[in-house]
């Protein structure tokens, strides 16, 4: 009789010698003689009845066996048939919601069994699902976009970002107020203090900061003017910045009396002659970044003594002070 309908375009079937295997009620898995990639490439025939691919069998060992659900009785009436190839030309048809599978051992696969819904499992485990608008893992927090060793190239993004922790260089946050200013406390120039002590005399305080963070640092601007009264020559006078914190005081500068002092945390006076002492003045600034490690409240002092006779000024002092997320 001659072929009616349209002629196959490429592809073969391929009757397989099963001949060796024994069917005896118990065992379910047999030898296919060949190698297949999909269980849907075999048509199989049990005792007359065409079996389901994925449903009534499933392929093992790379594609070169085949397993039953159900074991063939003593004497069943079996044969396969080897589907290679393209047959027919290009899929054109409707599935349907029909599970389309991809893998030799019939475990990763793609469906549209929701409406609007494609569904993508792989390892028998159901991973993505396409939606409108939107691809989404189908457990959350499962599915990771690229690893270590296999990373995107570039990511365009217009909208929102969420995540829990931000990885950058190596470096993780979990919030983005790292190198922000978070808060600026200022205290108003204080008033002329003087001394004639060689221990060390508060000349002014700031007001309190409170860090938001145990691991913010604090960026301490304070400025003012240090001057004598005395006779003599070369003479210091010496400055020094502490922190307080519930009383407990920590040096943040160490005073210094060469005249190649840079960080202006202390002077030195010469005194022009005469003989009556001379008054005499300059300003000194400090920029300190502090770590105080707390989230109590932190105040700031600026110290100084008198080292050589005479009466010590300090006077105008204000400070600013500024946390800074780290």
Known sequence: MAYIGKSI??????????????????????????????????????????????????????????????????????????????????????????????????????????DDQIDIKVANTDQISIKDGVIEPTTDNDVDIGASSKEFKDGYFDGTLHCDVLDLAGTEYTSIGQGKILQVVSTAASSRTTTTSSSEQTAATSSGITPSATSSKILVLAHGFVGNERNGDQLPTYTKIYRSVGGSLTSLSSSKTAYSDTENISTHFKYGGGTHPNQMLTNVAYTIVDSPSTTSEVTYLWKHKNAGGGTDIVGGVVFNLLEIGA
């Not at 069917?23 to 990639?37: E, H, I």
């Not at 085949?66 to 054109?92: H, K, N, Q, R, W």
């Open 9 to 114: 375009e490429s592809g073969t079937f391929s009757v397989l010698d099963t001949s060796g295997n024994t069917y005896n009620g118990s065992n379910t898995t047999f030898s296919l003689g060949t190698q297949v990639g999909s269980p849907a490439q075999l048509l199989v025939s049990h005792d007359g009845v065409i079996q389901k691919p994925g449903t009534d069998y499933s392929l093992a060992s790379g594609g070169t066996q085949i397993t039953f659900s159900t074991a063939p009785a003593s004497g069943a009436s079996i044969f396969i048939v080897e589907i290679s190839g393209a047959v027919g030309g290009p899929l054109d048809s409707d599935l349907n919601g029909a599970e389309l599978i991809l893998d030799a051992d019939g475990d990763t696969s793609i469906t549209a069994d929701t």
